[in-house]
């Protein structure tokens, strides 16, 4: 995964790091809980679709449309 200050650097745009950051609200965190980020909020979004849409529905439903609204 690319680092987002790479992308930033690429496109000459390393002035809004960190009001992007801050944006956020990742501007106060280390280095190391801003790359677990979003690593959590990958674990809450699938927790929150296994709720919405429980397992045998988007079985049922097909693997093409497993992330569509049961």
Same mark, same amino acid.
């Given at each position: ?7 930033? !650097?690429?496109?000459?745009?390393l *002035? ?7 944006g956020?609200g990742? %501007?106060?965190p280390?280095? =190391? ?6 690593a !959590?909020l990958?674990?809450?979004? *699938?927790?929150?679709a296994?709720v ?5 529905? %988007?079985?049922?439903?097909? =693997?093409?449309?497993a992330?569509?609204?049961?």
């Amino acid at each position: 995964m690319n680092r987002p200050d790479s992308l930033l !650097a690429a496109h000459g745009r390393l *002035d809004v790091h960190e009001s992007l950051l801050d944006g956020l609200g990742c %501007a106060g965190p280390g280095p =190391a809980r801003v790359e677990r980020h979003p690593a !959590a909020l990958e674990t809450v979004f *699938d927790t929150a679709a296994a709720v919405r849409c429980p397992p045998k529905r %988007a079985q049922a439903r097909g =693997a093409e449309t497993a992330m569509s609204l049961c």
